[in-house]
RNA sequence: GGGCGGAUACCGAAGCAGUCAAACGGGGCAGACUGUAAAUCUGCUGGUUUUUAACCUUCGAAGGUGCAAAUCCUUCUCCGCCCA
């Protein structure tokens, strides 16, 4: 893996890069469309590769209960079994360890409890070696630990895996966030211990890809007059990829202390996480620029779960690359369709750069009344199978009738709604 | 012609004397959604207002009993089913 960043905004810590796998280059800033079981809901693979899509989001945990990671593995791994031959990051599964592990009938527990799910999490037992928890399905019984977490995502076979962490929950008191720190960054190194040990020989790497050879020498000479050889960032050799996951919650002190942590394990990448769990934006923002200092330069920044359009755009002037977040696949699916509020392409005044936009953008309620008669395009200036073929009036009712393809439809939409946000970011640095 | 059963808000359907403007579904309207137990969830859905409260009008129609009726009685209208 290569990553390599093209060019830097003078006034913010924004960059704009492309990162080089043996699967393919992700540009970046970038937004990984999330394929929680290993399928972008109502969406085909070829559909995401027509959006732009150039990696996306698995989960350890979903894929682990169901199928199971062995089966998936017999399968030829996560990419040859759904089909999706671009790299895929893989999510540890600690945070839904924490949103969902609780048994039948338990109630809320106040102080443990978080979200608007309202999901209790005292059947969570978070200890040293890992956590147990309750499988929603059928309530089975589970031990997670970072081994198996790393162990899991080997065998799904991903490009960039997460380390195992505890998601600490907003709002947490110090005493919590300093422990949920504290723990993330033991399995932090768990994580790392284990992946070093299992770690694909390069001596044994398959059987040797000529065309990656010539490949991976013209992308050495191209991108860096010295090979960048540090961590195995400096061929296209198959391997794992390893983020590290920074938490410390709203607290200045200790988000500066497990910056340093995290940073000092010098793993592939660093995520941010532990943010987009209910707090206000103000606060998310907060601890961006808290991390920021501590971020390596050279390394992908991941900022997990984010989020709005502004909020992305915000993270960017912030140092960050990399995004994920089920807003514009769920909310599609929930009628929520997100349209530019001016021609970026006309309006010269407002439209050049996105940074300086203000409200770029709009939300509309596409099962809203109003919508009834509305035979023009969701969004005249987006060119996706939905606006260029068909109206708000019928998308309306095909959501109004629970026809599949309106679901369809509008995720295309929203997803290539994201995809050109990320365009225009980048276009913009 | 005779007998039985039914008629409740947009639809279906509970309630069978007071705590009923009337449960529950569906439909309709609006909103929420941030490392996806999420094609889900929440609120509203007779009217008016000073909208965590008050008043008015509603349970096929018209009368009646009773302090009080969607609930009991009488007649009528309509709809099922059964017998001639």
């Not at 080089?20 to 109502?42: H, L, Q, S, W």
């Not at 990419?79 to 809320?108: A, C, Y």
């Not at 750069?353 to 509305?374: E, G, L, P, Q, S």
Request: hydrophobic share 40%; proline share 5%; aromatic share 10%.
């Amino acid at each position: 893996m290569f990553f390599k960043i093209l060019k830097k905004s003078k006034k913010t810590k924004a960059r704009w890069g492309k990162i080089y796998t043996a699967r393919g280059v992700i540009n970046t800033p970038c937004f990984m469309p999330i394929a929680t079981r290993g399928a972008v809901k109502n969406l085909a693979p070829s559909e995401l590769e027509g959006l732009g899509a150039e990696i996306i989001l698995g989960n350890t945990y979903h894929l682990f209960l169901r199928p199971g990671e062995k089966l998936v593995k017999k399968a030829g791994g996560l990419h040859k079994f759904m089909n999706w031959n671009h790299p895929i990051l893989t999510d540890s599964g600690g945070f839904q360890v924490f949103s969902l592990g609780q048994k039948k009938g338990e109630t809320r527990s106040p102080l443990l409890n978080w979200g608007r799910a309202g999901l209790p999490r005292s059947s969570v037992k978070i200890s040293e070696r890992g956590v147990e928890f309750c499988s929603p399905i059928d309530g089975a019984k589970h031990f997670l630990t970072p081994e198996k977490s790393m162990q899991i995502q080997l065998d799904l076979g991903a490009d960039m895996i997460m380390a195992f962490d505890e998601c600490t929950p907003y709002p947490a008191t110090r005493e919590y966030a300093a422990e949920s720190m504290r723990i993330t960054f033991d399995w932090a190194l768990r994580c790392k211990k284990y992946i070093d040990k299992s770690q694909i020989p390069s001596s044994k790497s398959q059987a040797p890809n000529p065309k990656l050879q010539i490949l991976n020498s013209k992308l050495q000479k191209k991108l860096f007059k010295t090979p960048f050889t540090k961590g195995g960032m400096g061929d296209l050799t198959p391997k794992y990829f390893l983020f590290g996951i920074i938490q410390g919650s709203t607290f200045k002190d200790l988000r500066e202390e497990s910056a340093k942590q995290i940073v000092g394990l010098d793993m592939d990448g660093v995520a941010i996480g532990g943010v987009s769990v209910g707090e206000p934006q103000e606060k998310m923002l907060e601890a961006l620029d808290w991390v920021a200092p501590f971020l390596p330069e050279a390394k992908p920044h991941y900022l997990m779960g984010v989020g709005y359009p502004e909020q992305i755009v915000e993270a960017v002037k912030r140092g960050i690359d990399m995004f994920d977040c089920v807003i514009p696949t769920r909310n599609a699916r929930h009628g929520a369709l997100f349209v530019w509020s001016f021609d970026f392409a006309q309006d010269k005044r407002r439209g050049k750069n996105i940074f300086k936009a203000k409200n770029f953008y709009n939300v509309i309620h596409i099962t809203n009344k109003k919508f009834t008669r509305d035979f023009s395009s969701v969004d005249k200036t987006c060119g996706c199978e939905l606006c260029r073929n068909f109206s708000r009036a019928y998308l309306r009712h095909l959501f109004i009738t629970k026809e599949n393809l309106g679901l369809r439809l509008a995720t295309i939409h929203n997803l290539a709604f994201y995809m050109e946000l990320m365009r225009k970011i980048r276009e913009s640095i």
